[in-house]
């Protein structure tokens, strides 16, 4: 695609005052903030030129509360892109009270009914439609080779490129037919890392053979679906680029993905506040350097606050006077970004509480309009648990006539998914702790992540050893070990496991 030049960045593309290189830096930058109501800094940034804002958990207080926030936002700058994580599954920003209602990428993949695929990220972007909202940084387009990854596991729809790829490309359908625009993530692929980049610097050591084969299959699909954007990764691919991370490698962003495969929408930085981003540099720098390998949005991340804000747009303004960055790069990330507001026009405010008001959608747990989820596509708990893994030890389980009791081992997350209400434990009262679980019961031990070093697995000895039937319950990847692996934590993915644990459903 040629370098896009609005009216605007031309007239100022010879010799542009300060003034004006501030205003084009701003359209590259997409901070979040604080608290649930929009504050005064972000509203400013927006009149000074603020290409977006990007919502996260912590900003949601309840369901009316978002709608109101999000009618705020939109009355002060109707043209602007406003962005959230819904992935579904594990990762969710309009349920983050309760849990998502969609089941979650590891879920479809195991179904791998693409159609299917399309209807829950069909029903996700009319959702976030509803609410004025549209850019959805998802899908994870991910092949998860690594089970041991702790920040993407069943955020992908599996670890065999073909099955990753044709359900990204159903994804991206479902959501922007919806008028969502999508965010294939995290390119050129997170899956094969044992190392959170919220953390730390994942390093890659795949040779570029297997790299062609496996990580860039989703991402050859994201290109041949134009999809609208796709979202860069922190991590360090030794045979792409043995010496800059992905986020500020030209040789990734610009001679790989644009000139190679031929991606024409908007590259966007995973959030520059982690880690693997900005350790060592800070943020303000690492936005200049993303923008100079040819980034085009600039994620900042949940806390940015007024003064890293400004401290990156002069960073920016600095990056340009000083020859580092060039203005033409610079002017076709803000043109390249203008451009995606433009094909993915939002609803207003007064839409916003217009379809609130008619009951349409827009409300996290409202009904979704007629048809979102297709005639023969309905997801009932049923359908969900088609796609766990029951071994031959826990049907037997499963047949036995004992009261079922069920203990849930409290697990931390990953940054990505945050404080999310997950397992059983979000779906009934009904979870008891290991020293309620009355004599004669059969036990059922829920945790996530079970790797041998897990909290879950003295539990289950003791129970064991008191004479109770027991089984554990991997609310994740498989890792191995587990006797039922549910591939997601999500509501309607636990809401499917208590009722199979209970005996109202069918393994």
């Not at 608290?35 to 900003?59: E, F, Q, R, S």
């Not at 109101?68 to 406003?82: K, Q, V």
């Not at 599996?158 to 991206?172: K, M």
């Not at 922190?234 to 495969?261: C, G, K, N, W, Y």
Request: hydrophobic fraction near 45%; charged fraction near 20%.
């Amino acid at each position: 695609m040629d370098t896009i030049q609005s009216p605007a960045t031309k007239s100022f593309a010879a010799g542009p005052a300060r003034a004006h290189l501030r205003r084009l830096a701003a359209g590259t930058l997409m901070p979040g903030f604080t608290g649930i109501a929009v504050p005064v800094w972000i509203l400013d940034a927006y009149d000074a030129g603020l290409a977006a804002v990007c919502l996260y958990g912590t900003n949601v207080a309840s369901p009316v509360q978002l709608r109101e926030l999000c009618a705020g936002l939109r009355a002060h700058s109707p043209n602007t892109l406003i962005a959230v994580d819904e992935e579904g599954g594990d990762v969710t920003r309009l349920h983050y009270l309760t849990g998502s209602t969609q089941p979650g990428n590891a879920v479809l993949g195991r179904l791998d009914d693409v159609e299917l695929t399309a209807a829950s990220a069909s029903a996700i972007g009319h959702e976030l439609a509803g609410l004025g909202i549209n850019l959805n940084l998802a899908p994870d387009a991910d092949v998860n080779s690594a089970p041991e990854n702790p920040v993407i596991g069943v955020r992908s729809f599996g670890a065999e490129p073909d099955l990753v790829a044709r359900h990204t490309a159903a994804w991206i359908r479902g959501l922007e037919d919806a008028g969502v625009a999508s965010c294939a993530k995290h390119f050129p692929g997170h899956g094969d890392t044992t190392t959170d980049s919220h953390l730390a610097l994942p390093r890659v050591t795949a040779d570029a053979a297997t790299l062609d084969a496996r990580e860039l299959v989703p991402f050859r699909a994201l290109v041949a679906a134009r999809g609208a954007t796709v979202m860069t990764s922190h991590i360090l691919v030794e045979a792409l680029d043995p010496d800059h991370p992905a986020t500020f490698s030209s040789r990734i962003l610009q001679d790989l993905l644009r000139r190679d495969m031929g991606f024409e929408g908007v590259i966007i930085t995973d959030a520059l506040d982690m880690a693997g981003a900005s350790a060592e540099t800070g943020v303000p720098e690492a936005a200049v350097r993303a923008l100079i390998a040819g980034a085009d949005l600039l994620c900042l991340g949940s806390e940015t606050g007024p003064a890293l804000f400004e401290q990156t747009l002069t960073a920016i303004t600095d990056a340009v006077e000083e020859g580092r960055l060039p203005m033409e790069r610079l002017a076709d990330a803000v043109a390249r970004t203008a451009a995606l507001s433009s094909r993915f026009p939002a609803a207003g405010a007064a839409e916003i509480q217009e379809a609130a008001i008619r009951g349409q959608f827009g409300l996290p747990g409202q009904p979704q309009p007629a048809g979102v989820l297709g005639d023969a596509k309905a997801l009932d708990g049923e359908r969900i648990a088609e796609a766990f893994e029951v071994s031959d030890a826990a049907e037997r389980w499963l047949a036995r006539k004992e009261p079922v009791a069920i203990v849930q081992v409290e697990t931390g997350s990953n940054f990505a998914v945050g404080r999310v209400p997950w397992g059983p434990a979000a779906t009934t009262s009904a979870v008891v702790r290991e020293g309620e679980v009355p004599d004669g019961a059969r036990v059922a031990v829920v945790g996530r992540g079970l790797d041998a070093e897990h909290p879950l697995w003295t539990v289950f000895a003791r129970l064991r050893a008191e004479g109770h039937a027991v089984i554990a319950v991997e609310c994740g990847w498989p890792r191995g070990g587990a006797d039922i692996v549910t591939y997601g934590a999500s509501l309607t993915v636990s809401q499917a496991l208590t009722a199979l644990l209970n005996g109202s459903a069918k393994a």
